[in-house]
């Protein structure tokens, strides 16, 4: 069993940056790669896909709407996922969520992943 660990979360006024860890226990390194991946979701709404990771060919994805703010990468040695997040806006304020050991090569498909951690909370202020 995987255990995972999101932190890095916080309080911030919008335009702020914040970067999000996410350590994992163990994870299994297979050489047709795998992915990982952030997730959020707001009060009332569905969980999303933010980022996601391809270790296959240290591949990122990234929705269409977080292109250019958001940052996601690996550390393969650490076992550890990030995600740098800029010009924060309030719209972004959700639990942020990691995902890992993803079975297919679509990183931002939650149906694809085994392993979650517990979330972060971010909250943005205008």
């Known amino acids: 069993q995987v255990q995972l660990m999101e932190s890095g979360g916080g309080s911030v006024q919008a335009g702020g940056s914040l970067r999000l860890s996410c350590q994992a226990s163990y994870l299994t390194s297979k050489g047709f790669g795998f992915c990982m991946g952030w997730f959020r979701q707001a009060p009332g709404k569905e969980r999303e896909g933010v980022a996601g990771f391809w270790t296959g060919g240290d591949r990122p994805y990234y929705a269409d709407s977080d292109q250019g703010r958001f940052t996601i990468s690996y550390d393969n040695a650490k076992k550890t996922l990030y995600l740098q997040i800029d010009s924060l806006k309030p719209e972004d304020s959700a639990m942020y969520y990691c995902?890992?050991?993803?079975?297919?090569?679509?990183?931002?498909?939650?149906?694809?992943?085994?392993?979650w951690g517990q979330g972060t909370q971010v909250t943005v202020s205008s």
């Open positions: 995902a890992a050991d993803g079975g297919g090569h679509r990183c931002l498909t939650a149906s694809i992943y085994q392993y």
